[in-house]
């Protein structure tokens, strides 16, 4: 097991950098080997997630080269590790006598209320998931959350119950299951043929569920019946429920009448659209969770991340973990720029949205290009040349193609004051009225960062 493991890491060590093999590879190992599926120990998520993102394809391919035969590799950290040997999940055998259902069912330990930002879109759903966290009783129960996907729900599921078990009941048996979990558990039940009874008693002894994703039992009849007679059972016992959702019970068609109505007799929240200034906020926890200073990458990057990828959270965690492989990648006192941001970032699948959409960045880059400069210089404090002239330029064309504060053109440009930004908009207004040359840039800049 070991043997295999360093002869991968040879050869990765040949395919990649030196500083990122030390950094993502030197100190992982095979946790566990069953057949041909390996779990890789890694020291923490950062490299958990740049390896499944960046290397995984190289360590299936040195594999299937050294042994002949392909495999299948998953990444656990230590964090991971320990949560899972405390519930026996991992390491220890199910007990024969009783069925087990839901074997994966387990609590990510890596979110919690301390790292879930804030912001007023998703404020409601947040105070409302830590009450049922820290209190017991049956007010708010259920509680169900909806919101458009990648914007929290799973991460406020799994937070409620990472509270529940460190702060209020240490041996609660907490169960946390996505509805799709639910219907392969009931389909590979039904078909076992085994008395129905017990995947019901199964949940008899649960003190809290945490149901994610309740629409996609709708049209499923069969479980659906299954699901409500285990929920009844539960509400009966006064045991919490925390439901999610795309939609809000009302909106949720397919799914029985008697479901939904029991759904709205809890306490029914919403998270809404996330706002930049709080994706910034995301972006910096995220930073300082990764053992990381968020001074490592510049003010702007973030700023400009947090732009690009506000519409769902999940493609923010994307675009930062590629930021946080370029900056461990690169000398230590570097701070990663927004040219190098964007060549990055260009290379994830949303990224497109990077150079199409019309938004600050797009502008910065072609008022760079017209000037010949780069972005970072425009954003930049140089003041000689054309630079300065270029700068206004591009704050005058924000202003007026996006519907974009001052504050935040100001932030743009390296904490420019919005007055300053002000004063350089109104300055490129006065002289486009006289300044024949003034007027042909802006002309023409404006058909660029239309196209
Ligand atoms: P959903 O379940 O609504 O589709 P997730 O809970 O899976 O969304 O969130 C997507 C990603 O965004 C996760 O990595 C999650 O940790 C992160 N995330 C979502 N909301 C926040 C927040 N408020 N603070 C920090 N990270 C967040
Ligand atoms: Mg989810």
Redesign the pocket.
Same mark, same amino acid.
């Given at each position: 097991m070991t043997r295999l493991w360093e002869k991968v890491l040879k050869k990765i060590n040949t395919r990649i950098d030196k500083s990122a093999y030390d950094y993502f590879f030197a100190d992982t190992y095979i946790y566990q080997q069953r057949g041909n599926s390996l779990v890789v120990a890694v020291p923490n998520l950062v490299v958990k997630n740049t390896i499944e993102n960046n290397y995984s394809d190289d360590v299936l391919e040195i594999l299937s080269e050294l042994e002949e035969q392909n495999f299948e590799v998953t990444y656990v950290t230590a964090e991971e590790i320990k949560a899972s040997k405390e519930e026996e999940k991992v390491v220890s055998k199910p007990s024969k006598s009783e069925p087990e259902f839901f074997k994966n069912a387990f609590l990510k330990p890596e979110?919690t209320f301390d !790292?879930?930002?804030? +912001?007023d879109f !998703?404020k409601e759903a @947040?105070q409302a998931a830590l009450y049922v966290a820290k209190n017991g009783g049956t007010l708010f129960n259920p509680l169900f959350i909806y /919101? %458009? /996907?990648? &914007? +929290? #729900? =799973?991460? &406020?599921?799994y937070a409620i119950g990472n509270y529940v078990k460190e702060n209020r009941i240490k041996d609660a048996k907490i169960l946390y299951m996505s509805a799709q979990d639910f219907v392969d558990e009931y389909v590979s039940y039904v078909r076992g043929e085994q008395e129905s009874k017990s995947l019901k008693a199964f949940f008899y002894d649960v003190d809290l569920l945490l149901f *994610? $994703?309740v629409q996609i039992l709708a049209e499923k009849v069969k479980t659906e019946e299954m699901f409500f007679a285990i929920y009844q059972n539960l509400i009966n016992a006064g045991k919490r429920i925390i439901l =999610?959702s795309d939609k809000q019970p009302v909106d949720l068609k397919g799914l029985e009448e008697r479901l939904v109505t029991r759904f709205k007799q809890g306490l029914t929240v919403k998270?809404g659209e996330?706002d930049v200034d =709080?994706c910034v906020e995301?972006l910096k @926890? #995220?930073c300082i969770n990764s053992g990381f200073k968020p001074e490592k990458i510049d003010a702007n990057v973030l700023y400009f991340v947090a732009e690009n990828y506000s519409k $769902? &959270? %999940?493609e923010? *965690?994307g675009a930062f973990n590629q930021l946080v492989f370029l900056a461990l990648k690169s000398p230590e006192d570097k701070t990663i720029t927004i040219d190098e941001a964007i060549k990055v970032l260009a290379t994830l699948k949303s990224g497109k949205k990077v150079s199409t959409q019309l938004n600050e960045q797009k502008i910065l880059n072609v008022v760079a290009d017209y000037y010949k400069l780069t972005p970072s210089q425009l954003t930049g404090k140089d003041r000689f040349g054309q630079i300065v002239l270029a700068r206004h330029i591009a704050m005058y064309l924000i202003r007026n193609n996006l519907d974009v504060p001052l504050k935040k053109i100001g932030q743009l440009f390296g904490g420019k004051d919005h007055t300053t930004v002000m004063s350089a908009i109104t300055k490129v207004d006065k002289e486009l009225k006289t300044d024949k040359q003034l007027q042909d840039a802006i002309a023409e800049l404006e058909k660029r960062i239309k196209k």
């Open positions: 979110f !790292n879930f930002v804030v +912001g !998703n @947040q /919101s %458009r /996907s990648g &914007l +929290g #729900k =799973t991460h &406020l599921l *994610d $994703d =999610t998270i996330p =709080t995301i @926890q #995220k $769902d &959270l %999940r923010l *965690d």
